[in-house]
């Protein structure tokens, strides 16, 4: 035989154990001895007996808690001391002053009483402890801002010309001009050195080439004096060109220029998951209310991954910004829709869009945010990659790349307009992801990350890059 409470709300388990021992204890009694369970029915009426012991043991559990707070009264008595009056007299000063607080209600445990909201309300402790300017947890993220371009964290030591062996450069044939014979093993160990940093296979062969162009026909004389110094020279002006790209983005004056004329300036962020989105978009948001003054509101679109609008909270709280979401599970397209709207109405300067991180063969989501991109058609989109990552990165940008430009309509064809490369002090010198990236989509890094607080923010430094490789 099994007998199952089943019960509404939340329940003192002392109190449901000794119900249910009750229960069990009374319907035993009523069943006759040699009973078949199997030929006949329990023939059993037990709601008045129910009643009566609910009834018993809901009083016995007042008595319970009655007979506890007068214990916990006397032990308070004696504690004070009895028979001293300095003690007395300490302890009704103590009464007298509890009389002044607040008393702290039990809280009622009845079978019968229907839960209501505002007793939900009170179990809920997610908030009732959030300071929104908790000097703490700003200073998680604050810290002394360097507006230097200078992202470098690499020494020059370990740089591709340092490494090549001195006697390569001593192989030249006895004619008048440059060979390609002549030239063939100092490109192959340029080639080896550079794909050890990180840089794409196919950006090592368009480097070679172009520097076999600028080296072979020349004639010898020019390289007599220094023939390692000419190489390196080249080899430094190629990864030049590459590295700058031919558009250019600057954030905070194309930001001031759209204020000046009365008009939002939107940003989106998109890129992978984990790769520090939420992060760097309130880095940005960081550099842009410092340097511009700017008015600045934070859209939570989001609505994928667990914690992602907690997340932007309490950045938006340090940073003294209005975070505009609408929950989880909701249209990402539509609520950034929304937001664009209500900032345009509350006349604000900026609006940065964070968007759910997707892997770039998810089809589905890639789609999704091809929509968004189409519906609200921000001013910049920028792609934010780990420096970390090598060729993968590779693969994600140009994934992402292609999917707006097939959602976007044939007269107005949207791209990724920025890279932001993040864990760029964790590299060293393997900085070869940000030359492959640039190459790739021939837009410039805008900037790169260098930490987790919101000062640990660089605009990209190409000579650093040039400076580590050649």
């Known amino acids: 035989m099994v007998i199952l409470i089943v019960y509404q709300g939340i329940q003192n388990s002392a109190y449901l154990d000794n119900l249910f021992n009750k229960i069990k204890k009374h319907f035993v009694k009523l069943i006759p001895k040699n009973f078949n369970f199997f030929e006949h029915d329990l023939p059993i009426n037990f709601d008045k007996q129910f009643l009566k012991i609910l009834e018993e043991s809901d009083k016995a559990m007042e008595r319970s808690t009655t007979d506890s707070a007068n214990k916990n009264s006397s032990n308070n008595k004696s504690e004070g001391g009895e028979g001293n009056e300095e003690n007395d007299s300490e302890a009704s000063g103590k009464h007298e002053n509890k009389k002044n607080k607040t008393k702290k209600n039990a809280r009622e445990w009845e079978l019968n009483k229907k839960i209501t909201?505002?007793?939900?309300?009170?179990?809920?402790?997610?908030?009732?402890?959030?300071?929104?300017?908790?000097?703490?947890?700003?200073?998680?993220?604050?810290?002394?801002?360097?507006?230097?371009?200078?992202?470098?964290?690499?020494?020059?030591?370990n740089n591709i010309m340092s490494q090549l062996n001195d006697s390569i450069f001593k192989m030249f044939s006895s004619n008048n001009t440059i060979e390609e014979s002549d030239i063939e093993k100092i490109l192959q160990d340029i080639k080896t050195k550079l794909l050890s940093k990180n840089v794409a296979v196919g950006i090592c062969d368009v480097l070679i080439e172009t520097m076999k162009e600028k080296l072979i026909g020349k004639k010898k004389t020019m390289f007599s004096l220094n023939v390692k110094k000419?190489?390196?020279?080249?080899?430094?002006?190629?990864?030049?060109?590459?590295?700058?790209?031919?558009?250019?983005?600057?954030?905070?004056?194309?930001?001031?220029?759209?204020?000046?004329?009365?008009?939002?300036?939107?940003?989106?962020?998109l890129g992978v998951n984990g790769v520090g989105k939420s992060t760097n978009l309130a880095k940005v948001c960081y550099y842009l209310k410092t340097k511009g003054n700017l008015k600045i509101m934070i859209a939570a679109c989001d609505t994928f991954r667990a914690g992602a609008i907690e997340q932007l909270r309490i950045h938006a709280q340090c940073l003294d910004v209005h975070l505009f979401e609408k929950g989880y599970g909701k249209n990402a397209a539509a609520i950034a829709k929304d937001a664009i709207s209500y900032a345009k109405k509350e006349k604000y300067d900026v609006i940065l869009i964070d968007t759910?991180?997707?892997?770039?063969?998810?089809?589905?989501?890639?789609?999704?945010?091809?929509k968004l991109i189409l519906i609200n058609n921000p001013d910049l989109i920028l792609f934010v990659g780990e420096a970390l990552v090598g060729n993968d990165a590779i693969d994600q940008l140009k994934k992402f790349n292609q999917t707006l430009v097939d959602a976007t309509c044939d007269t107005n064809k949207r791209t990724?307009?920025?890279?932001?490369?993040?864990?760029?002090?964790?590299?060293?010198?393997?900085?070869?992801?940000?030359?492959?990236?640039?190459?790739?989509?021939?837009?410039?890094?805008?900037?790169?990350?260098?930490?987790?607080?919101?000062?640990h923010l660089k605009k990209f430094n190409v000579n650093m890059v040039v400076k580590a490789l050649s």
């Open 356 to 370: 759910a991180g997707r892997m770039q063969d998810n089809e589905p989501l890639m789609r999704s945010l091809g």
């Open 416 to 455: 990724i307009d920025g890279i932001i490369l993040t864990k760029f002090d964790t590299v060293d010198d393997k900085v070869g992801t940000a030359l492959s990236m640039v190459y790739l989509t021939g837009k410039p890094i805008v900037f790169v990350g260098v930490g987790q607080k919101y000062t």
């Open 230 to 269: 000419t190489v390196s020279t080249i080899f430094s002006d190629t990864l030049q060109s590459i590295l700058i790209p031919k558009d250019s983005v600057d954030v905070l004056r194309s930001a001031l220029e759209a204020k000046s004329l009365g008009k939002l300036y939107s940003i989106c962020f």
């Open 117 to 157: 909201k505002k007793d939900i309300d009170k179990l809920d402790y997610s908030s009732k402890n959030e300071n929104k300017n908790n000097p703490n947890e700003i200073a998680k993220f604050e810290g002394e801002f360097d507006d230097s371009s200078d992202s470098s964290t690499v020494e020059n030591k």
